[in-house]
């Protein structure tokens, strides 16, 4: 399975490209990000991520794009460029019939790394493990990226072998993390569901 993973950004956008076999061994097939200047208008910025996106997906023809999904932060200038680079990317993919799926930032953090709230440290040192890097992806919006590209193809159930109630070994670790993901929550937040 290949999968563009995008963290999306509008002064920097992480672009990460993985081949993952159905053992989950993953390979890096290509990493960049995408700067727009702040000093260009938001059209012209976003047209600038528009193009390197056409071009990513053009060259390296993924199965499926994995984004960031936007969440609440209290920078609403911060929120509102990531849900329109989002906008930008899905767009592209949809345009060539390509899948797109999103993800939180903790849930890509649980599957790459055990933890839902490790830092982009343990992020960046877990892609470059997992890749066999022999350095990190730099910024970390490149790491994130890959991350995201990781996370999805894990999770996803065509990229392995079902067991004989239909559930993959990726699928398997993904459930068990997103279980200790709400235990955790629930013992911090007494009386709190998760639905």
């Given at each position: ?20 076999a159905p053992n989950r ?62 906008g930008v990317v899905m ?35 877990m892609v470059t493990r ?66």
């Amino acid at each position: 399975m290949r999968v563009l993973g995008v963290d999306p950004g509008l002064t920097r956008c992480g672009l990460g490209v993985v081949d993952v076999a159905p053992n989950r061994t993953a390979t890096l097939v290509g990493v960049g990000v995408v700067g727009s200047s702040h000093e260009l208008l938001l059209d012209a910025r976003l047209l600038v991520i528009a193009d390197a996106v056409d071009q990513w997906l053009e060259a390296f023809r993924p199965d499926v794009l994995a984004i960031e999904r936007v969440f609440a932060q209290t920078n609403l200038s911060t929120v509102m460029g990531v849900a329109q680079v989002s906008g930008v990317v899905m767009v592209a993919a949809a345009r060539r019939g390509i899948p797109v799926a999103m993800h939180t930032p903790s849930e890509v953090k649980a599957a790459v790394t055990g933890n839902g709230r490790a830092d982009k440290a343990s992020v960046t040192a877990m892609v470059t493990r997992l890749l066999r890097l022999s350095e990190a992806p730099r910024p970390a919006d490149a790491a994130d990226a890959l991350a995201l590209a990781i996370a999805h193809a894990w999770r996803s159930g065509n990229a392995f072998s079902p067991d004989k109630q239909g559930t993959t070994a990726a699928q398997q670790l993904w459930r068990d993390a997103e279980t200790k993901a709400r235990v955790t929550k629930n013992k911090e937040k007494p009386g709190a569901t998760w639905s």
